[in-house]
């Protein structure tokens, strides 16, 4: 399964187990809100909401991943460690081809810090591994492997579609048939034209709501902004997304310009394929270059990131400034971490608007529920 991932994710390092849950988590990959999931009734306790999240989730994932029909899939397996003690498997996925197979626990946590993701993992394989003897016998698997995934509570994908969207690109899943897009072109069973077409849906409300978060996210530092702010424009006469009222370093004032491009478009894919944010680092330098006559009256950066998660180097350091500001406003030390699952998860969202607006329209049955 995992060179599979691999070879379809270039440059997002999700081969190796303890990066599993931390990318997934970073690229904004989170269950839906608890509103989603909470219970009907107000007798219902917390526990029984915590478990119907965590059913839910682990569902989503196994009917993504079943969706290949090389593997084989089951869930909640009973198994017994190597000192006796029975413990229960939540998916266990099973490649027979190649003789391998994978544990894979996912947990819903409070987000506390930003190892938390990798301690999750590691967790789950202390749990896990001395259970691999066993589910081999049982399944006749030689080699196995375990994945504890750590999934944000405060998730805030709202709609079960969009999250197995952001599941099936990130796992390398088949997505839909193969069919028109809006473009004329064809859109693959993954999902990976929508994201690079050049009428994707998903691309202006990604672009808005990366400008959105940040410039809410200076408000809450106590730092004014505009948005496409009048009077300033680049090389090319377009202005750039937000500018700070007020200075932001060195007595001036910051201007910044995001854009998501697509990690997989086949004019990015031998840098991506090679090397992490490269496609936005190239971003990166042609909005440097745009900016050029703008860089000696203000503090410019260029906000790059990519549809499958890597961001540039300029992109990391403004989230960690403003995360450092409001950190010492708050008293909060996750505010840091809050502003990373902001940004991913208009990243996630974006995508799977792209990936749905290729989809044929067609009129609903609504008069059945006139009648
Ligand atoms: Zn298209």
């Known amino acids: 399964m995992w060179p599979r991932i691999r070879h379809r994710l270039p440059g997002i390092h999700l081969t190796v187990g303890e990066n599993l849950g931390k990318n997934l988590t970073q690229a904004g990959i989170e269950p839906a809100p ?28 196994a009917a993504s991943i079943r969706q290949n029909a090389s593997y084989e899939v089951y869930e ?10 029975t413990r229960r498997a939540n998916i266990i996925i099973i490649d027979r081809q190649k003789d391998k197979g994978v544990i894979l626990d996912p947990t819903i946590r409070f987000e506390m810090h ?4 990798q301690e999750v993992c590691r967790e789950k394989q202390v749990i896990y591994e001395p259970c691999c ?11 196995w492997t375990v994945f504890g995934l750590m999934f944000g509570a405060r998730g805030t994908i709202p709609r079960s579609t969009s999250f197995k969207i952001a599941m099936a690109l990130r796992l390398g899943c088949k997505l839909c048939q193969p069919h028109q897009c809006i473009c004329v072109g064809i859109a693959d069973i ?19 709501s990366l400008n959105d978060i940040i410039k809410r996210s200076l408000t809450s530092c106590g730092i004014p902004s505009l948005l496409e702010p009048p009077g300033i424009s680049r090389a090319d006469g377009k202005r750039p997304d937000g500018l700070t009222l007020i200075p932001w370093s060195r007595g001036k004032s ?12 086949p004019s990015h894919l031998p840098n991506t394929s090679r090397r992490a944010a490269s496609a936005a680092e190239l971003a990166v330098k042609k909005k440097v270059n745009k900016y050029a006559h703008l860089l000696d009256n203000y503090i410019f950066v260029p906000f790059a990131v990519e549809t499958f998660g ?21 008293g909060d030390r996750r505010c840091t971490t809050y502003l990373r699952q902001r940004l991913s998860i208009a990243i996630q969202l974006g995508n799977a608007m792209s990936v749905l607006g290729t989809l044929p329209e067609s009129s609903p049955l609504d008069e059945l529920f006139l009648l």
């Open 34 to 61: 608890k509103r989603n999931f909470r219970p009907a009734g107000k007798r219902l306790n917390r526990l029984s909401y915590a478990g119907g999240q965590h059913n839910t989730v682990r569902s989503l994932i």
């Open 76 to 85: 909640e397996i009973g198994c017994v460690s190597s000192d006796g003690s």
């Open 114 to 117: 930003e190892q938390q993701p």
């Open 133 to 143: 003897q066993h589910l081999g016998a049982q399944y006749h698997i030689t080699h």
């Open 190 to 208: 993954y999902g990976y034209h929508a994201l690079s077409c050049a009428r994707s849906k998903g691309r202006i409300p990604r672009h808005t």
């Open 254 to 265: 910051l201007i910044w310009d995001s854009t998501c491009v697509d990690t997989l478009a």
């Open 310 to 330: 890597p961001w540039s180097h300029d992109a990391k350091v403004l989230v960690s400034q403003i995360g450092q500001i409001l950190i010492s406003i708050t």
